[in-house]
């Protein structure tokens, strides 16, 4: 039982124009186990993933499942086979209630049972300990609780293999550990899981076998227990590579960001400054409200009363567009929704919140200038692409991630402001990121940088604040960075 | 490789070779049909459609619709002609008056998008019934007649003799349109307003400032191609405009301006409304009856669509077959 094959995949080859994703890929996944994959920035995890779940075909190969072989599955196929997936993008509808979304496509009947539906959502829910409304629009809903949502749809379906892109990406620490409490009883159940993540300590956490990707290659499928982070960061760039975060070289000086008193936006009572050079790591669980302050400084929402300072001067502060002048940049956390223009290509995206620099005669955008800005962040940021006229949609995930911290860099602000600025990024690309962060801080710029990633907050910041419920709750100075202290002060315990 | 090249070239320039197409079978059904008379008949006659067509696609293209442009036309039109005939102003400022009028039309589209934070889309359909019954009002439900000369000339003069002037402004609007949004920093955020609304927003895109801009050149070109359609007719009638809203949308549709926004070329627009003008000039022609074209234009315009979408879909599947090879 323990070690028999549910599915095995022989071959598998897929071309785009300009790449090739997946080369000749042979894997397989026994039932009951959780099988990691991992991968660089565009190794081909998304591309192999979709395929399985029918939701494209590959040019060769083949696909066995329950001793059948395919040469490729639709969606319908595959459902029927008991795979179900978690895509890296959402996939919920947004004007729709959470319960509709969750039992989406199941109707069988002719009308809609809307009690039925509900009480479905409310005790799948139960089972997951989260507490969301099931009656409320998915829109309305955080980040994370859309993960949460589509976690829960996946689950309702009975799956034999579930598969997740990336399912952590948005959750901070108390909901990863609730949704890995998930997948241990799926796991019991029988239930296959293939697990992707960037997050190299929770594969550790939740698998038993790990498979590694480079460039559409296969390169290696390892027993978790017999292996270490090292190993695996190797097998992933090709090279040694080791975690480390850059050393603080310059120094930190004059006050360039004050809150006196803010409210506004679910925030209570916000105050802190912020000084140039410095990196202030701004840690909390999600619906701590910390998304909520970076919006309201940066002018995306209505600050209710409370000042905010810039180099000592109160400011005002009504839209982005008066922050942006004002020398504030922010990287918002939902990239397809707020960071990016999918249907546009990479240089017009990395552009357009710069254009005013990249003008002649005042109106004309110059195209030489334009390129030689892109290809710059294409250089620093490593954005892995065919070419920069390529659509972002048709970028990996991780390098849209690339393309939206191009696009807030290259306005060149004074105060930068990032929401989750790694999230769904690479191991090594993440340290090139670090870097970059810390040499915009030597440079003498204000950071803000806000994460659910804890080896990050403590690793870059210089110091931290922990909110809980729209407050500040507690701030830490850098000798005392702890992981139990931030946990504590982010539960609201004290 | 090269087989892929043409394939690309062939989907992307589809709509002109359906235009071509067009010609070509018009030429062999009718002898009249492919005459410098004739087809300067066509560029006279679309010409106003055209410049209509251009201002909506702007609104269009970032993301938004203006059902109300034919009933600008129609308030535009009129109140000119009243300027011109009834109150006696010289032309020349009757026009640059109507002018005005139909860029302030287009601002109050702008600003009650705006400010009622609903759909331009349910908010034109409001506003049009509005302009019309003003229009009406104004008219006082009669014709106006004989225009001054030097207003008509706008719609029936050539210049050098053979040049329509309307053809000239034609022109002039396409180049000055085509400018600003494939060159300019204000054409982007047009795109991308059209592609992704919140992103523009947070990318610090002063979304409303750019809004009313778009209805107040859409005000603007609504206003020339009623000079021109009003000129063109020689009496001014409030029942003059309407309907080009929906030749603009069909046009801008087979064009390749997308519903969703974010999408769209001057060149498409103008190929757009010469493939429905070519089609209603040449059914006539034949001698099809108007009913019978309606029947024709209604089937072309989802037959465009179709291929679009169709061809969306298969693309990524033959740049895939591409790179195989
Ligand atoms: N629809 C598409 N059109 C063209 N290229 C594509 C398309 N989808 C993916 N690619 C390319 O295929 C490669 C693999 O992408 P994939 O999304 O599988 O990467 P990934 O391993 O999931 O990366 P990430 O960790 O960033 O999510 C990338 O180079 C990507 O640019
Ligand atoms: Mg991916």
């Known amino acids: 039982m323990e070690n028999t094959t549910i599915l095995s995949l022989r071959g598998i080859t897929k071309y785009y124009p300009g790449v090739v994703a997946l080369n000749d890929v042979s894997l397989e996944f026994r039932r009951g186990e959780v099988h990691a994959l991992i991968g660089e920035n565009g190794a081909g995890k998304s591309t192999l993933i979709k395929i399985i779940s029918g939701a494209i075909k590959p040019d060769k190969g083949l696909l066995e499942i329950n001793g059948k072989q395919y040469n490729s599955f639709d969606p319908f196929h595959a459902k029927q086979n008991g795979i179900e997936a978690v895509y890296q993008e959402f996939n919920l509808v947004d004007s729709l209630s959470v319960a509709e979304n969750i039992c989406f496509g199941e109707n069988n009947g002719f009308l809609v049972d809307f009690k039925k539906m509900y009480e479905k959502a409310r005790k799948i829910f139960e089972e997951m300990q989260v507490d969301i409304d099931v009656k409320a629009k998915v829109r309305d809903l955080s980040t994370a609780q859309q993960q949460l949502v589509e976690i829960a749809k996946s689950i309702s379906r009975n799956a034999k293999i579930l598969i997740m892109d990336e399912p952590s990406a948005p959750l901070s620490v108390s909901e990863v550990r609730k949704m890995f409490e998930i997948v241990r009883n799926l796991k019991k159940n029988g239930v296959t899981i293939i697990y992707i993540s960037h997050r190299l300590d929770e594969l550790f956490e939740i698998s038993d076998r790990v498979s590694v990707l480079r460039d559409g290659q296969y390169i290696k499928t390892l027993e978790t227990s017999r292996t ?6 190797s097998l992933m760039v090709g090279r040694e590579l080791t975690e480390s975060f850059p050393q603080k070289r310059g120094t930190i000086g004059a006050t360039a960001l004050e809150l006196k008193n803010v409210c506004g936006n679910g925030l209570k009572d916000i105050s802190f400054t912020l000084r140039k050079g410095e990196i202030l790591g701004i840690a909390g669980l999600v619906g701590a409200g910390r998304t909520e302050l970076a919006r309201l400084i940066f002018g995306a929402d209505k600050l209710i009363s409370g000042s905010v300072l810039i180099n000592g ?11 942006i002048n004002l020398g504030i940049g922010l990287i918002p956390e939902d990239r397809k929704r707020q960071g990016c223009f999918l249907e546009k290509d990479v ?9 005013r620099s990249l003008l002649k005669w005042k109106t004309v955008v110059d195209k030489n200038k334009e390129k030689s800005l892109a290809e710059d962040f294409y250089d620093r940021l490593n954005i892995k692409t065919p070419t920069l006229m390529q659509k972002v949609k048709n970028l990996s995930g991780g390098n849209q991630q690339k393309v939206v911290l191009a696009k807030t860099l290259a306005t060149n602000s004074d105060i930068i402001i990032f929401d989750e600025p790694t999230r769904g990024i690479d191991v090594g690309s993440k340290q090139e990121i670090y870097h970059l962060i810390r040499d915009l801080a030597d440079q003498g710029k204000a950071i803000l940088m806000i994460s659910s990633e804890m080896a990050e907050l403590i690793g870059l910041s210089d110091r931290i604040l922990v909110m809980y419920s729209g407050r500040i709750t507690g701030e830490i100075t850098k000798e005392e960075f702890s992981q139990d202290r931030i946990l504590e002060l982010a539960s609201g315990l004290n | 490789m090269k087989n892929g090249l043409i394939k690309t070239v ?5 709509i002109i070779f359906v235009l071509f197409g067009l010609v070509l079978l018009f030429s062999l059904l009718s002898p009249y049909f492919f005459t410098l008379q004739n087809l300067t008949n066509v560029f006279v006659q679309q010409s106003y459609v055209i410049i209509a ?11 938004g619709m203006d059902l109300s442009i034919g009933y600008q036309m129609s308030l535009v039109g009129v109140v000119t002609a009243i300027l011109m005939k009834n109150i006696g102003l010289p032309v020349p400022l009757s026009i640059l008056l109507g002018l005005l009028l139909g860029v302030a039309l287009g601002l109050t589209n702008g600003l009650a998008a705006i400010t009622l934070k609903v759909h331009p889309l349910i908010v034109t359909l409001g506003t049009m019934t509005v302009y019309q019954g003003i229009s009406y009002i104004a008219s006082n439900q009669s014709v106006i007649l004989n225009l001054p000369p030097s207003y008509k000339a706008i719609g029936q003069g050539y210049i050098g003799g053979i040049i329509p002037i309307s053809v000239i402004l034609m022109i002039i609007v396409s180049i000055v349109a085509s400018f600003i949004l494939s060159k300019t920093s204000f054409g982007r955020y047009v795109y991308a307003l059209g592609s992704n609304e919140e992103a523009a927003h947070l990318g610090g895109i002063n979304v409303n400032k750019i809004k009313l801009i778009i209805f107040a050149i859409n005000g603007l070109f609504a206003a020339i191609a009623s000079m021109i359609l009003f000129a063109r007719t020689g009496s001014a009638a409030s029942s003059t405009g309407p309907g080009t809203e929906f030749s603009a949308m069909t046009s801008a549709v087979l064009g390749g301006i997308s519903f969703k926004g974010g999408e769209g070329k001057v060149w498409g627009i103008i190929v757009g409304v010469l493939i429905l003008g070519v089609l209603g000039n040449g059914m006539q022609l034949v001698g099809l009856n108007t009913y019978a074209q309606f029947i024709v234009k209604g089937l072309v315009l989802l037959a465009a669509v179709g291929f679009d979408t169709y061809q969306k879909a298969s693309a990524q599947k033959a740049s895939i077959k591409e790179s195989t090879n």
């Open chain 2, 53 to 63: 067509t251009i201002g909506l696609s702007f609104v269009m293209i970032s993301g």
């Open chain 2, 10 to 14: 062939i989907n992307k320039y589809a």
């Open chain 1, 228 to 233: 270490n982070p090292k190993e695996l960061i």
């Open chain 1, 313 to 323: 001067k109160p400011v005002r502060i009504h839209l982005p567009v008066d922050a």
């Open chain 1, 347 to 355: 240089s017009w995206n990395i552009s357009i919140s710069n254009l």
